[in-house]
């Protein structure tokens, strides 16, 4: 028969932190102190743990990163897909979907950054991640464009939209003028450059 010290020797340890807690250390971190400081010990400190802690959950440092970018891809398909209206003028619906990224960007930017500028080698986001997450975009690009131009359409606004909030969050646009009418002109071209006439 077990004594009670036997018996609690053997339950196991509990756990002390889970992975979301550990990916929103990473992002705080990260949008803190910037993608440097992200370190398993500096998350391991944050969630309040030791760092061999973390290998119960997460492979390495690199995983961690991926990890966050995954987050922050998810987080902005909700936010596209909030923005995104079942009917009315696709060119409008367009401007909706762009904003939404460009008020993420704003908001997140060290994780937008690290979506859209990967600087880790070895993080790599899956494709289904991707391909669901934007859904809202290729469906409004394909009444635009046609889906026959879905993908081409797609990327051409996003290499835009990226571009131009990449500018923006460097402080790149130093001619004065505004901004926010300088993006809806942008997104208004683009819009009408993509349509399938």
Do not use: C
């Not at 969630?47 to 991926?66: A, E, N």
């Not at 995104?84 to 619906?93: H, I, L, N, T, V």
């Not at 289904?128 to 975009?137: G, K, R, W």
């Not at 469906?139 to 081409?152: I, R, S, T, Y």
């Amino acid at each position: 028969m077990a004594t009670r010290n036997s018996y609690t020797l053997a339950m196991p340890t509990p756990d002390r932190t889970s992975l979301p807690d550990i990916v929103a250390a990473g992002r705080h971190i990260l949008e803190a102190d910037g993608l440097g400081a992200v370190t398993m010990a500096a998350v391991a400190a944050r969630v309040g743990v030791r760092p061999p802690s973390l290998y119960k959950r997460v492979r390495d440092r690199d995983d961690l990163i991926r990890l966050v970018a995954e987050s922050a891809v998810a987080e902005m398909g909700v936010e596209l897909a909030a923005a995104e209206q079942d009917s009315g003028d696709p060119r409008a619906r367009l401007g909706d979907l762009i904003g939404a990224l460009r008020t993420y960007a704003r908001t997140h930017p060290a994780v937008y950054r690290l979506v859209f500028t990967p600087v880790t080698e070895g993080v790599e986001l899956p494709r289904d991640l991707l391909e669901a997450n934007s859904a809202p975009l290729f469906a409004v690009v394909a009444e635009l464009a046609g889906p026959d131009h879905a993908l081409e359409a797609a990327r051409t606004v996003t290499a835009w939209a990226t571009g131009f909030v990449a500018m923006e969050l460097n402080g790149a646009f130093r001619l004065g003028g505004e901004l926010d009418a300088a993006f809806e002109y942008g997104i208004d071209r683009l819009a009408r450059a993509i349509a399938d006439d």
